[in-house]
């Protein structure tokens, strides 16, 4: 059974920064894709960023590119979103998922079997 157990997360004003961690279990880590998910109120869960746990690659989406940055340590299983110059507009739910195995896909929510509790971002102006 696969977990991830989120933390981190809170309240902030724009132009400053949080980070998010994600510590899972229950598969062979080494082998998948982790990734970033948020939603917000009313809208589709969108992908923020991603990463393969054996090192290979990462991607982001256009509108957090520069500011935020995913990363891992694997000898703890555990994946991190640092999110920097914070805008209003990153409010929401951040959710981390896994695809186990990985695949080429990882911008799609449907592609990400394993999804953690969620952990609330606000972002005030």
Known sequence: QVQLVESGGGSVQA???LGLSCAASGHTYTNSRMAW?????GKQREVVASLTTNGAWSGYADSVRGRFTISQDNAKNTVYLQMNS?????TAMYYCAAQVP???RWASANVY???GQGTQVTVSS
């Open 15 to 17: 132009g400053g920064s």
């Open 37 to 41: 998910f948020r939603q917000a109120p």
């Open 86 to 90: 914070l805008k209003p507009e990153d």
């Open 102 to 104: 990985a695949t080429i």
């Open 113 to 115: 079997s394993y999804w």
